[in-house]
């Protein structure tokens, strides 16, 4: 199909003896929940499976090819898709970017990590980043669509002719360990890799309860809705989302309104809510009192980065590979915590929301809509 569109079977499996309980128990979860699953070892991986839970007849899709089809379907008749477009801020009924403004009636804010603070979804939202190698290899690649039940968790599928493996998950802007080495030896370890011809990396809002937030940006707005927290299932909670907000924009009652609200909350909730505020206030404090890394950049080497003391701030600074050095405050644009470099990704990363920013200070994703300020280097 256009989207190389195939189906095949959805596998966690036990990478480890330890890995079984948590296989069995999702086992059971899903028979409960109704869908026809089965334990089983039979799945086209080569190395030994100690349990797995299967569910046969799941999709798997190329996403560009995808949204390119959707976007197609979308544009024209009055409707228009921008691209490069940053969205700013909203203010009323105003939604402002760098090269202009447009006048809404109801609006959408499907922004990944939702960008607007008045909702306070930073308070409830976590940012797990994880990390992807595609190889080619010397025979065919496997057909399983596979995970691992434990941590790191290794996720295993292809496209074409290469395998794929993803994992080496962390919060944005806490310490990684070289991950693409990490996943290229797996790889090597378990099939005949000829070359690593790709890598990448996403990170994934992940909702306090692990349920996608779906529904009015604050609560009984009638005008502004959001749809985030989709703990790395975007393409199906997506499809979803776009068919719950449909009818919440258009007055209509669905059944799963109240269940997917960003407003909901329980007893249950309270404590890890706690926990994840009180990890960010640490944050916040904590990177301000640490020392810095030295006082000036005269022998930071290339393709590395360091922080020195600026006055009463820090400065994050990067020399390139041709020497070049680029400094940056160090304080998120977004709401003031002081960014860590990522070496695997040559990124200022903030731990507290997961704002990413350029070696230049460039945002490269939000919540944050503000570059980091440039400094001179010392």
């Not at 969205?87 to 804010?109: K, M, P, Q």
Request: charged share 25%.
């Amino acid at each position: 199909m256009a989207c190389d569109l195939r189906r095949g079977t959805a596998a966690t499996y036990a990478y480890t003896e330890d890995e079984v309980p948590t296989v069995e128990a999702e086992f059971h979860a899903a028979q409960k929940a109704g869908l026809p699953v089965r334990l089983g070892t039979d799945i086209d991986l080569p190395f030994e499976v100690h349990a797995a839970v299967l569910l046969d007849d799941q999709l798997t899709l190329h996403p560009v090819k995808y949204l390119q089809g959707l976007a197609s379907a979308v544009d024209g008749d009055g409707s228009r898709i921008y691209e490069h477009s940053r969205v700013l801020d909203v203010t009323g009924r105003r939604l402002s970017t760098a090269d202009g403004e447009v006048h809404f009636d109801r609006i959408v804010l499907a922004t990944h990590y939702p960008l607007l603070d008045r909702g306070l979804f930073f308070a409830r939202l976590k940012t797990p980043r994880s990390y992807a190698v595609a190889a080619r290899l010397d025979g065919p690649p496997p057909s399983a669509l596979a995970i691992s039940a434990g941590s790191p968790s290794w996720s295993i599928s292809a496209y074409g002719d290469q395998l794929i493996v993803c994992g080496q998950s962390h919060e944005t802007g806490k310490k990684v360990v070289e991950p693409y080495r990490r996943l290229e030896e797996f790889a090597r370890r378990h099939w005949p890799v000829q070359e690593i011809t790709h890598r990448w990396s996403a990170q994934d809002p992940t909702a306090y309860d692990h349920l996608p937030m779906i529904g009015s940006y604050t609560p009984g707005s009638t005008t502004m809705f959001t749809a985030t927290g989709y703990m790395k299932w975007g393409l199906s909670s997506g499809t979803f989302a776009g068919t719950l907000l449909a009818d919440l924009v258009t007055g209509k009652p669905h059944d799963l309104a109240e269940r997917f609200s960003p407003h909901r909350l329980s007893l249950k909730s309270v404590p890890t809510l706690v926990k994840k505020n009180a990890e960010v206030a640490v944050e916040m404090i904590g990177d301000r009192i640490m020392p810095a890394d030295a006082t000036n950049s005269d022998k930071l080497p290339p393709d590395h980065a360091h922080v020195i003391r600026d006055g009463l701030g820090k400065t994050g600074v990067y020399r390139d590979p041709d020497g070049q050095l680029h400094a940056v405050s160090m304080r998120c644009t977004h709401l003031g915590c002081m960014v860590r470099f990522n070496a695997a990704e040559r990124s200022w990363d903030c731990p507290c929301h997961g704002s990413r920013f350029d070696v230049d200070g460039t945002v490269l994703e939000g919540p944050a809509t503000k570059p980091l300020p440039r400094r001179e280097p010392k």
